[in-house]
Nanobody, 125 residues
Framework: QLQLVESGGGLVQPGGSLRLSCANS????????IGWFRQAPGKEPEGVGC????????TSNYADSVKGRFTISRDKNTVYLQMNSLKPEDTAVYYC??????????????????WGQGTQVTVSS
């Protein structure tokens, strides 16, 4: 059973940084695309970024709203979301997800099959 557990959320001031982790046990995530998504209160879920192994390295894709500020990386069976220069509009519950049906890195949440429980990120002074 593929289970994902996010951690690392919390309260941070604008301009600050957080690193979220998405841990998995029992599955080798090397073969799958991993995505990060978020949902703010009263808003639709939003794709933040994704990563997939390719050609010995990793291919990643980011939403325009986070490009240059957020970075996804992976180490064995843990995927990280490094968030810098955080803004109040980044406040949301963040989720990681695994896409098993296809190795392409996409930001469409409907393409992802397994989800973690989410971790709250609050950016406020």
């Amino acid at each position: 059973q593929l289970q994902l557990v996010e951690s690392g959320g919390g309260l941070v001031q604008p301009g600050g940084s957080l690193r979220l982790s998405c841990a998995n046990s029992g599955f080798n995530l090397d073969y799958y695309a991993i995505g990060w998504f978020r949902q703010a209160p009263g808003k639709e879920p939003e794709g933040v970024g994704c990563i997939v192994n390719s050609n010995g390295g990793g291919t990643s894709n980011y939403a325009d709203s986070v490009k240059g500020r957020f970075t996804i990386s992976r180490d064995k069976n843990t995927v990280y979301l490094q968030m810098n220069s955080l803004k109040p509009e980044d406040t949301a519950v963040y989720y990681c997800a695994v896409r098993v049906s296809n190795r392409q890195c996409v930001l469409n949440r409907l393409e992802y099959n397994y989800w973690g429980q989410g971790t709250q990120v609050t950016v406020s002074s």
